[in-house]
């Protein structure tokens, strides 16, 4: 039987817990594998963010110690929208968001019991960082999968093949606090306005907000990468990853030559 157990802290005390409500969803077993999902319901207009959540933004963060029958968790984002935030460019999500898990049990033929901190933000007028707690049972027999994860994990950025995009070049060059990232690629245009998000491979690194520009079926995203204090920065050009939002979607490339 699916137990769970949720309880927001509010780090400032006078907003309320209504801003956000986090439940997981049990999902399915699929033969090694569990698909399960969290579900995060904003209140009207708030926000909260992506795994790059931009210069304004406050990444997630999910700890899943006290877990049991637990080998691994891989969170699967959905495409996220670029908003405004005074001035700054944020990306995340409004309303809310269902973040599929895929969930690797030591043991498939027994259930996992699924324990879970997390810590993100969600902002309107400013943004706040909540911590939810959750745990549930994530049981070994089959289930019907659940069509709100189904659609969830079908809105996932299209791999760079699959959208037609070219190679993805990279020009680095030392500056004076960092490295800048020139990246270029051959993709076809995706209508409105584009964004494109640099993520260096190493979540210690912080990158700053991106220049996004098209020459025809060209495009080309430009941004600064910067490294903790007392700490040397070097790129992994095969971690790379470059996410280009757009009006039909979203394009996710990874390593660069």
């Known amino acids: 039987m699916f137990r769970l ?55 997630p ?25 005074n001035g700054m460019r944020s990306v995340g999500y409004d309303v809310g968001v269902t973040l ?3 969930v690797e049990p030591r043991d498939p033929r027994a259930p996992v019991e699924l324990r879970l901190n997390l810590d993100m933000g969600v902002c309107r007028d400013i943004c706040v960082p909540v911590s939810a707690q959750l745990s549930g049972t994530l049981p070994a ?28 070049d990279c020009r680095l060059t030392p500056t004076d606090r960092g490295l800048r990232v020139d990246a270029r690629l051959r993709l076809p245009a995706m209508g409105g306005d584009e964004h494109g ?32 204090r007392g700490m040397a920065l070097g790129l992994d050009r095969g971690a790379l990853r470059l996410t280009v939002l757009g009006q039909s979607g979203a394009v996710e490339i990874k390593g660069c030559d």
Do not use: C
Request: charged letters at 15%; glycine letters at 10%.
């Open 197 to 228: 998000v640099i993520e260096p491979g190493d979540p210690r690194f912080w990158v700053a907000d991106s220049v996004t520009r098209r020459d025809g079926n060209m495009l080309h995203v430009s941004s600064e990468v910067f490294a903790p």
């Open 141 to 168: 027999a089959s289930a019907r999968a659940d069509a709100r994860i189904r659609a969830a994990l079908s809105d996932r950025p299209v791999p760079g093949g699959k959208a037609g995009a070219g190679p993805l």
């Open 5 to 59: 157990v949720a309880l927001l802290i509010l780090l400032a005390a006078p907003l309320r817990a209504e801003m956000a409500q986090v439940s997981l969803l049990p999902g399915w077993r699929d033969g090694g594998s569990h698909t399960a999902a969290l579900q995060i319901n904003l209140a009207p207009g708030w926000k909260t963010y992506w795994r790059a959540p931009g210069e304004a933004g406050i990444p």
């Open 100 to 102: 599929p898990l895929i």
């Open 61 to 85: 963060s999910f700890n899943w110690s006290g877990s049991t029958n637990l080998a691994g968790v891989r969170v699967v984002w959905p495409v996220p929208h670029v908003f405004d935030q």
